[in-house]
């Protein structure tokens, strides 16, 4: 049956053709696939013998190079006779990829007529791509050169300031080892930076350890060598030679490029000396220079590292929850009772009532769902039952247990809390517009909404006539509290769980829906969780301290 085409199919492709972006490889069909070992088996074979021949490989000799290159590599040559492996269909697959290109030799006798005279070369892209990935299976190759890039572009800068004017030949020799030493050091800070990003990526093992070990090393080896010793002697050299004028750069364009060459050409190469030398400034020059910034990212790194090698150390080399569920467990043993150990399981686990079923239901007596099953005592199960399974069951279906009791205790419970809840709330907003000295005989559920306002209250600035206006977390009431007069002694508020000691602020409390006609009239009850009072009571504590009197 036909699928249905999805929206990404009948996405129209030739905007993105005509958008000029870079389109598809098919020279790297190759590196994917079953088959894939196969194919980079023959093209690290094509590859290598172009530094023997640069006329092709011919097809009857290329299946013994693909057995020496397997003897060489440690590899049994008998794969190659094995029923996966079939020569020619790999070559004509690597042919239609762009992979190789494929001709004929020249028949010279009868019997060439008899023989495969094809012959096989990488095409140039597919040759520069296997490069690049076999550069990424080897280790670094711009390392050695990196190591010694800063003494080396020392020395070279050096020349070029001295010969620019007089000598463009040894100007131009200069400046080729400047750029091939800018650019190997350049890819091996990418490399260093890739290592580092993907080995702070996920959990740690112990091969990202080592190649985070490796890749510091290799940093310290280059950048705490020559770095710090040659960074500013770099950048004076950097700027003074961007000084000189484009009369010069040309002279060593043209010595380079050869009398012949066009000037076209020769402003082109002059104008990648410039670019070249404003790129070696943003790497050595200023505090957010491209080394300063790899040094933070190689800095920011020793601790992961560190944390990470305490963490494998911990776990034998794997990272689990083992420790953490072991320390639960004797927590657990510890516990007094049975009760005290469900309850510490319960913080751990979060496994807890359903918030929005206030009070407990009612456990039915007798229900058998109420005994458990390792309690239970066993039920003796009849043969006929046994055989036939359910069609042997008897008598009526069970009933369901009745739960409108404990829904209607829930429903109870809630118009109680709503109930208490506005009263609460009346008795707060009754006492608007006085000052705390005046709030007197506060119960424990007016204490807590008050701590809450205070707590609003103080996180606000102070305008310029000293008072703060807020709005409650709900965005339900309006605060706005006056200062305490000058030199008046703190309010001391006592309630049933002590005394508050807070600043004799004057609090009006406004509800937002009659904040604008002026009205004071309280609405829908105001609650506050166990962490806002507990933020409100640290506020106040601290408001108190202000005051210079002890809470």
């Excluded at 807890?352 to 079923?357: G, K, P, V």
Aim: charged letters at 25%; one cysteine or more.
């Amino acid at each position: 049956m036909a699928q249905p085409v999805t929206t990404d199919d009948n996405e129209d492709e030739g905007v993105w053709q005509l958008a000029g972006l870079p389109a598809g490889l098919p020279q790297a069909a190759y590196l994917a696939g079953p088959r894939a070992a196969q194919y980079r088996l023959i093209v690290d074979v094509l590859l290598a013998q172009q530094e023997y021949t640069l006329t092709g490989v011919a097809a009857t000799d290329l299946p013994d190079l693909l057995r020496g290159h397997l003897r060489r590599a440690g590899t049994d040559p008998a794969i190659l006779d094995a029923p996966g492996f079939n020569l020619d269909a790999r070559m004509r697959r690597l042919r239609s990829w762009k992979v190789v290109d494929v001709w004929q030799d020249r028949a010279r006798r009868d019997e060439d007529f008899l023989r495969n005279l094809d012959r096989y070369q990488l095409t140039p892209a597919a040759a520069a791509l296997h490069r690049a990935v076999r550069s990424m299976d080897e280790d670094d190759a711009d390392a050695a050169v990196a190591t010694f890039a800063p003494s080396v572009l020392t020395a070279h800068l050096t020349t070029l300031r001295d010969t620019l004017g007089g000598d463009p030949a040894a100007a131009a020799a200069a400046w080729s080892v400047i750029r091939t030493t800018h650019r190997a050091m350049a890819d091996a800070a990418a490399a260093w930076q890739a290592r580092l990003a993907g080995a702070q990526a996920g959990a740690p093992d112990p091969d990202k350890l080592v190649q985070v070990q490796e890749t510091l090393r290799r940093y310290v080896d280059m950048w705490g060598a020559g770095i710090d010793t040659h960074s500013d002697t770099i950048t004076g050299l950097v700027r003074e030679l961007g000084t000189v004028d484009a009369a010069a750069w040309r002279r060593v364009a043209v010595r380079s490029l050869g009398a012949s060459a066009g000037d076209a050409a020769v402003g082109e190469l002059a104008a990648t000396f410039t670019r070249t030398l404003a790129t070696l400034g943003r790497w050595f020059d200023g505090p957010q220079c491209q080394a300063r910034r790899l040094r933070r990212q190689m800095r920011d790194t020793i601790s992961p590292l560190v944390r990470g090698q305490r963490t494998l150390a911990a776990v034998g080399g794997h990272v689990s929850r083992r420790a953490e569920l072991l320390t639960l467990a004797g927590r657990i043993e510890a516990t007094a009772d049975d009760r005290a150990g469900w309850d510490l399981w319960c913080a751990a686990t979060g496994l807890f009532a359903a918030r929005h079923l206030p009070g407990v239901a009612p456990d039915p007596a007798g229900s058998p769902g109420a005994t458990s099953f390792w309690d239970a005592e066993p039920v003796p199960v009849e043969a006929r039952l046994r055989k036939q399974g359910p069609k042997a069951t008897t008598g009526t279906a069970a009933r369901i247990q009745d739960r409108s009791e404990g829904r209607r205790a829930a429903r109870s419970r809630a118009l109680e809390t709503q109930s208490a809840a506005a009263r609460t709330e009346a008795a707060v907003v009754a006492r608007s517009g006085q000052r705390l000295s005046q709030w007197h005989e506060l119960t424990n559920p007016e204490l807590d909404v008050l701590l809450v306002m205070l707590a609003v209250v103080a996180g606000t600035r102070d305008d310029a006539a000293g008072i703060r206006t807020a709005r409650t977390g709900d965005d339900r009431w309006v605060l706005r509290a006056e200062p305490a007069p000058a030199g008046a002694p703190a309010a001391v508020v006592h309630t049933p769980q002590g005394r508050l000691v807070h600043p004799d602020i004057r609090l009006h409390i406004t509800a937002v829906a009659s904040a604008a006609t002026g009205s004071t009239a309280p609405a829908a009850a105001i609650t506050g969780s166990a962490a806002t009072t507990g933020a409100a009571t640290t506020a106040a504590g601290s408001a108190a301290r202000d005051a210079g009197r002890p809470a």
